[in-house]
């Protein structure tokens, strides 16, 4: 048992800490705004993604209006005339992250505290 906790414990907390670094390494390259949905794009799976539906959307960047393609694909369309909240990339403005796709991310990063806390328990079992 004691290296059941340790081992999951371990695997959580690590699985955690690259979600961690993922959305602190989103936050640092990307701006945040408002976008319309103004069209989709279906995306076919690829071994790194899988399938669903691209956002097109128009947003502000630096006061001039882009029409950006969201780099995450999601299960359902968002209706046309939506407004997002969107992170869009300052080196290529024309790529965004829905802002609820990051949610979500920093959710996951709640993984390493919990997958920390049993490693420290299993460890814990050994003494």
Same mark, same amino acid.
């Given at each position: ?8 414990g ?13 959305y602190s %390494?989103?936050?640092?390259? #990307? @701006?945040?705004? !408002? ?6 794009? +279906?995306?076919?799976?690829?071994? $790194? ?10 947003? %502000?960047?630096?006061?001039? #209006? @882009?029409?950006? !393609? ?5 299960a359902? +369309?968002?209706?046309?005339g939506? $407004? ?22 920093a ?6 505290p ?6 420290i ?5 050994f003494?």
């Amino acid at each position: 048992m004691k290296y059941f906790l340790l081992i999951v414990g371990l695997l959580l907390a690590f699985i955690g800490f690259t979600f961690v670094m993922k959305y602190s %390494k989103i936050r640092k390259t #990307t @701006v945040k705004s !408002i976008g319309k949905v103004v069209d989709h794009r +279906k995306s076919d799976g690829t071994k $790194n993604m899988p399938a669903g539906f691209l956002a097109i959307a128009d947003y %502000k960047v630096d006061g001039k #209006t @882009v029409r950006g !393609i969201s780099t995450f694909p999601v299960a359902q +369309k968002y209706s046309l005339g939506y $407004n997002m909240e969107l992170l869009y990339n300052k080196d290529n403005p024309k790529n965004f992250i829905p802002m609820a796709f990051t949610s979500a991310m920093a959710i996951y990063g709640l993984l390493l505290p919990i997958g920390m806390a049993l490693a420290i328990w299993g460890v814990s079992m050994f003494f």
